[in-house]
């Protein structure tokens, strides 16, 4: 049973920095490619950042610049940093892995979510 186990959430004033980690249970290697998205009650789930296991890291054009993702194949961690915190950047953040089983199918994992505040 693959499971992503996100933390670091909180309450940050704008401005401010917030490092999100997610806990893999399988090698980072195995997963075709590690994202974070998030969602605001009522918006759908929204990309926020993807690491794909070969090329180049992707990012929405809201947070390019501000976010950076990471990937520690040692500890199996996707990792989001997030600096110049936005208002707009509160919302559940949760972590993704995609895979290709043996049969040629993909499947999809998802973490529990965590929460990201950004408030004065």
């Known amino acids: 049973q693959v499971q992503l186990v996100e933390s670091g959430g909180g309450l940050v004033q704008p401005g401010g920095s917030l490092r999100l980690s997610c806990a893999v249970s399988?090698?980072?290697?195995?997963?075709?490619?590690l994202a974070w998205y998030r969602q605001v009650p009522g918006n759908p789930r929204e990309l926020v950042g993807s690491?794909?296991?070969?090329?180049?890291?992707k990012y929405s054009d809201s947070v390019q610049g501000r976010f950076t993702i990471s990937r520690d194949v040692a500890k199996n961690t996707v990792d989001l940093q997030m600096i110049s915190l936005k208002a707009e950047d509160t919302g559940i953040y949760y972590c993704?892995?995609?895979?290709?089983?043996?049969?040629?199918?993909?499947?999809?994992?998802w973490g529990q979510g965590t929460q990201v505040t950004v408030s004065s």
């Open positions: 690491f794909p296991r070969w090329g180049s890291r």
């Open positions: 993704n892995g995609e895979r290709t089983m043996p049969s040629g199918s993909k499947e999809e994992y």
């Open positions: 399988e090698s980072v290697f195995s997963f075709n490619e």
